[in-house]
């Protein structure tokens, strides 16, 4: 079993629509979690960044994060063609003073007009 | 430019070949990451350099995988006799020391191994 997991999708849903992405970890040790976005043939773009449990808010952006499930979500409101992509969540412990990522699968997401 | 700059974007390369990717990170990041890249999969992390010094290489696969970073700016990453199993995305990533700071990405490099 991966230490991340993450629905790969495909997700499709029409334009102006909420958007709900999750992962599951098994790792308690992770303290810091990010979500990425991945247009094909670049690298992932860092959306969101959250420390240990709560919510965090970004314009269309809300990211939570549940430890005590060890669960986090990103929920993108009103979604947009330009959002479609592929949303990788990861995370960290923080130890040694630097963040090791380890990422889910990725879940690609399509939003048509 | 202000990026993280891999090259190249491209590399195809016979089963047995020395390949040699590199990475320009953003200027002033003391911190370097690589992390291999699967078709349809997540990044997966191989190595973690701060400055010149390659502190954690738990994640490199194999010893025909080898990084530097010599001069604690450019890095590169070697595989050597390259297998068909080392075909994936290569990507690089630099950040501040901190862990609260982003790690910034590169394009990747784009490995096929025939």
């Known amino acids: 079993q991966k230490e991340v997991e993450q629905d790969p999708g495909p997700l499709s849903v029409p334009e102006g629509a909420i958007v709900s992405l999750n992962c599951t970890y098994s790792n308690s040790a992770f303290q810091y979690f990010m979500w990425y976005r991945q247009y094909s043939r670049k690298g992932p773009e860092l959306l969101m960044y959250t420390y240990s449990s709560g919510n965090k808010e970004d314009g269309r952006f809300t990211a939570q994060v549940d430890k005590s499930s060890k669960y986090i979500s990103l929920f993108i409101r009103d979604s947009q063609p330009s959002d479609s992509a592929t949303y990788l969540c990861a995370m960290s412990e923080g130890s040694g003073g630097y963040n090791k990522l380890i990422f889910g699968a990725g879940t690609r997401l399509a939003v048509h007009p | 430019g202000a990026g993280v700059s891999q090259s190249p974007r491209y590399k195809v390369a016979k089963r047995g070949q020395d390949v040699a990717l590199r990475c320009d990170p953003i200027s002033g990041h003391v911190s370097l990451f690589w992390y291999q890249q699967a078709l349809g999969q997540g990044p997966e992390f191989l190595t973690y350099f701060q400055n010149e010094a390659q502190l954690d290489k738990s994640g490199l696969p194999s010893d025909r995988f080898f990084a530097e970073r010599p001069e604690g700016s450019v890095s590169t990453l070697k595989i050597q006799r390259t297998q068909q199993e080392d075909s994936a995305v290569y990507l690089c990533?630099?950040?501040?020391?901190?862990?609260?700071?982003?790690?910034?990405f590169g394009p990747g490099t784009r490995l096929t191994v025939l």
């Open positions: 990533a630099s950040s501040a020391p901190t862990t609260t700071d982003t790690q910034y």
